[in-house]
């Protein structure tokens, strides 16, 4: 069976703070990709990162990285001097390699960065 | 850039009464899909199609649902009769087979509110 875990709920920070989302993971499959997405308050779903499984290099995008960790099923991301458009929920999210395989998301991390 | 496109962006219908959902994949695309997200809750999978049939689908996709892409554009979400659990965000995706292949591209999502 496949999981993805986001233990934090809801995080706040003050703008500027780095803030560091959580995510961990559960899959049988020896091959497989992890995503980010990001949910502002206008409900759309924005892409941010895909990974795959043989991948585990640190990946960096301005003021957003990616930790991918195999070996404690893991992949943090962190966003560095936070801004206030950074609100929004955070999805991380586990596929399969297969064909057509679906997303399996995790409950997502809602982050508040206040002014 | 070519995006996901879907109508209308909010429904509001009287449960039992029938919706259709729309969905305008992206045009090189032949993997597609729908997920839902009950209001506060995480993005679920419904149901994914290629070839002109259901690849898979998952327990929530009970007979009350149906897809179907009746032209080479269209993708559509059929809800016989609505029942007020069925409120939620539906978002179509969909991914190609090559290249970027493993990433699924969203759209902007329909509200759907039984009453």
């Known amino acids: 069976a496949q999981k993805v875990t986001q233990a934090q709920t809801e995080i706040s920070v003050v703008e500027k703070e780095d803030v560091t989302l959580d995510c961990v993971y559960e899959?049988?499959?020896?091959?497989?990709?992890l995503f980010w997405y990001k949910q502002p308050p206008s409900g759309e779903l924005v892409f941010l990162i895909r990974?795959?499984?043989?991948?585990?290099q640190n990946e960096i995008s301005g003021r957003y990285s990616w930790n991918f960790q195999k070996s404690t099923s893991s992949f943090n991301f962190t966003i560095t001097a936070s801004q206030v458009v950074d609100s929004a929920v955070y999805f991380c999210?586990?596929?399969?390699?297969?064909?057509?395989?679906?997303?399996?998301f995790g409950k997502g991390t809602r982050l508040h960065i206040l002014p | 850039e070519p995006e996901v496109t879907q109508t209308p962006s909010h429904q509001v219908t009287q449960m039992g009464q029938e919706v259709i959902l729309r969905c305008v994949p992206i045009?090189?695309?032949?993997?597609f899909y729908w997920y839902r997200q009950i209001l506060g809750q995480k993005v679920e999978f419904l149901v994914s199609?290629?070839?002109?049939?259901?690849?898979?689908k998952s327990e929530i996709f009970d007979d009350q649902f149906s897809v179907e892409r009746p032209d080479g554009s269209n993708f559509t979400l059929k809800i016989r009769s609505t029942k007020l659990e069925d409120s939620a965000m539906y978002f179509c995706?969909?991914?190609?087979?090559?290249?970027?292949?493993?990433?699924?591209?969203f759209g902007p999502g329909t509200r759907l509110l039984v009453l």
């Open positions: 899959t049988r499959d020896t091959t497989y990709y």
């Open positions: 199609f290629y070839n002109n049939e259901i690849s898979e």
């Open positions: 990974r795959n499984s043989f991948d585990e």
């Open positions: 999210a586990l596929s399969s390699m297969n064909r057509d395989d679906k997303i399996i």
């Open positions: 045009s090189n695309h032949l993997y």
């Open positions: 995706a969909s991914r190609t087979t090559t290249g970027d292949g493993e990433t699924q591209y």
